[in-house]
C-alpha cells in the first residue's frame, strides 16, 4: 500500500507559479512512475507530467515548456513546478505513483488560475 499526500494547491494569477509535491509513504521499492494528472470541470483526467525511475520525463503538449516535473528519491517525493500559468490550467491536479504495477492516487488539490 502506498499513501500520497499532496501539498496545497491555491489562486495564482495568470503568469504566475505554483509547485506542487506529493509525499509517498512506505519503502521506495517498487515504485516505477511518479507523475501528476489533472481534471478540469467537465473533462477527463488527464497526463500533466510523468517521470521514471530512471529521470525520464514525459509531458502534455500545453504544457511542454512552462512546467517542470522532478522527483527527490530519498524523499520519496514528486514535484510539480507550473510557471507561465494560464486559465486553462485551472483544474484539479492529482498525484500518482505506479508501485509494483498498481497505481496509487492522491486526494487532489485544486489550482486555479485567475485574475
Known amino acids: 500500500q502506498v499513501q500520497l499526500v499532496e501539498s496545497e494547491g491555491g489562486l495564482v494569477q495568470p503568469g504566475g507559479s505554483l509547485k506542487l509535491s506529493c509525499a509517498a509513504s512506505?519503502?521506495?521499492?517498487?515504485?516505477?512512475?511518479m507523475g501528476w494528472y489533472r481534471q478540469a470541470p467537465g473533462n477527463e483526467r488527464e497526463l500533466v507530467a510523468l517521470i521514471t525511475n530512471g529521470g525520464s520525463t514525459n509531458y502534455a503538449d500545453s504544457v511542454k515548456g512552462r512546467f517542470t516535473i522532478s522527483r527527490d528519491n530519498a524523499k520519496n517525493t514528486v514535484y510539480l513546478t507550473m510557471n507561465s500559468l494560464e486559465p486553462e490550467d485551472t483544474a484539479v491536479y492529482y498525484c500518482n505513483v505506479k508501485h509494483y504495477g498498481v497505481n496509487y492516487w492522491g486526494k487532489g488539490t485544486l489550482v486555479t488560475v485567475s485574475s
Open positions: 512506505g519503502s521506495r521499492l517498487g515504485i516505477q512512475t
